[in-house]
T-cell receptor
Framework: EDKVVQSPLSLVVHEGDTVTLNCSYE??????LLWYKQEKKAPTFLFML????IEKKSGRLSSILDKKELFSILNITATQTGDSAIYLCAPGRVDAGNMLTFGGGTRLMVKP | EAQVTQNPRYLITVTGKKLTVTCSQNMNHEYMSWYRQDPGLGLRQIYY???????DKGDVPEGYKVSRKEKRNFPLILESPSPNQTSLYFCASSPRDYHLAYGYTFGSGTRLTVV
């Protein structure tokens, strides 16, 4: 059975701090790993990672995948209150209808 | 605007009263899926559809039905809702090869309460 574990479950930081969110996975026929940000409504796409060791960046957010050790991290530097959200990682499989298996999420709260 | 539209956004119903949550996408996506989200459990897949008339079970299909008679629509049916189906539901769609399309597009969610 596929398994995705995110840590920490929740995190409270102050503006300007740097945070690292972790995602470990066990997924058969792994294809890629996606990160989503969920504020009050639907998850919105952040990154898709398919290759190990290649960092993807978008502004203050960056992410990297390690396919050997089966984990990914999401870094957020110089956090802002607008970064407060639940961050979800979702490894995707080649088969099973492109199914994504979502982790339980990390709830990040950034205080002013 | 490219989007996935779910209705209703909020619904309170009683145990055993059949209900349907609609989902429609205007992006000509082949793949559609339903998820439920419960605190601490992330999103769990209920059913998915690879194309018209093709549906399959996800991780938590019990108590749900779906149909895919047209490409754009993928309704979720609860024949006899129970309180343990109280949850936040999301519909999602993507082109068949989602890796080219940056993941799924999600609807805005339906918060269902069964009393």
């Amino acid at each position: 059975e596929d398994k995705v574990v995110q840590s920490p479950l929740s995190l409270v930081v102050h503006e300007g701090d740097t945070v690292t969110l972790n995602c470990s996975y066990e997924v058969t026929n792994f294809r890629s790993l996606l990160w989503y940000k969920q504020e009050k409504k639907a998850p919105t796409f952040l990154f898709m990672l398919t290759s190990s060791g290649i960092e993807k960046k978008s502004g203050r957010l960056s992410s990297i995948l390690d396919k050997k050790e089966l984990f990914s991290i999401l870094n957020i530097t110089a956090t802002q209150t607008g970064d407060s959200a639940i961050y979800l990682c979702a490894p995707g499989r080649v088969d099973a209808g492109n199914m994504l298996t979502f982790g339980g999420g990390t709830r990040l709260m950034v205080k002013p | 605007e490219a989007q996935v539209t779910q209705n209703p956004r909020y619904l309170i119903t009683v145990t055993g009263k059949k209900l349907t949550v609609t989902c429609s996408q205007n992006m000509n996506h082949e793949y559609m899926s339903w998820y439920r989200q419960d605190p601490g459990l992330g999103l769990r897949q209920i059913y998915y559809s690879m194309n018209v008339e093709v549906t399959d079970k996800g991780d938590v299909p019990e108590g749900y039905k779906v149909s895919r008679k047209e490409k754009r629509n993928f309704p979720l049916i609860l024949e006899s809702p129970s309180p343990n189906q109280t949850s936040l539901y999301f519909c999602a769609s993507s082109p068949r090869d989602y890796h080219l399309a940056y993941g799924y597009t999600f609807g805005s969610g339906t918060r269902l309460t069964v009393v």
